[in-house]
């Protein structure tokens, strides 16, 4: 049977968390994009302090869009407490609008209060805090794998550019 | 060519008036990072096109990219075959991470 699966809208994901007060830093790939990686991503990284009240916000924004827990689609839509979402570092959630991923740590700069991010219009009118470029290339360094190589040369390519 | 007897008959550079050659001292002997992303195999001219952007476009792009993902996977894979590239992909992307996560 054909899978069904609905497409990442990653702008209406950052409009959503946005406008619920969620305290994040854009991440991954689609930090990478802004940047101007050409490398394609299929969700949105972001990392966040999973505070009990960043929690709250960050599910009642997703609540809406049937958000379930990535590893155990079986389970339905998150019926955790704050308290229990909380104790994780992080929160791989599939939603109606695409994946989010939680992180709440970065490896390896450390917890998200620590990160050095800059202010960048990722929607129209819309500021959005992203990592810097030095930061991100010092993660996918970090990472190592196949497709964060790729894109580490291209942060590193692009901030030569940039000079 | 010159042989080597006329040689000393030659004007030097700095007796006609020119100033002397020096090395410019912003020489660069390693290739750039952008030469380095060139010879790595990326396609510099996606970075060039994706830098003319601006953010905002750039996530656009992406969104649209997306979409147009998704209707082909409509198509063509499974959902028991989907599900195991997702698994597979988040295996890759976390590895032992996933045990901290629900």
Redesign the interface.
Known sequence: ???????????RL?AVLQDAGVDFVVIGG?AA??????T???DLDIAAPLSPENVERLMAALRPYRPH????PDLGPIQ?SIER?CE?????IDTDL?RLDVLSEVQPLGPASNLSAVE?????GRMFR?LTLDQLIEVKAYLG?PKDR?VE??L??????RG | MLSVSYRHHLPRLADLGYPALVAPTNARTDPSAWEQAIEFGIDVTLLEANLARTPAERIAELVAMNRLQAQVQSRTLDDATRRKLDAAELRLKFGDLMDAAP
């Open positions: 049977m054909p899978s069904a699966r609905p497409p990442q809208q990653t702008d950052l689609v994009l802004a940047h101007g990686s050409a394609l991503t299929r827990h990535v590893t155990r955790d979402l994780f570092r992080l929160l791989l695409g960048l219009e990722l929607l129209s992203v794998r790729i040369v291209e590193r390519a692009i901030r030569d550019v």
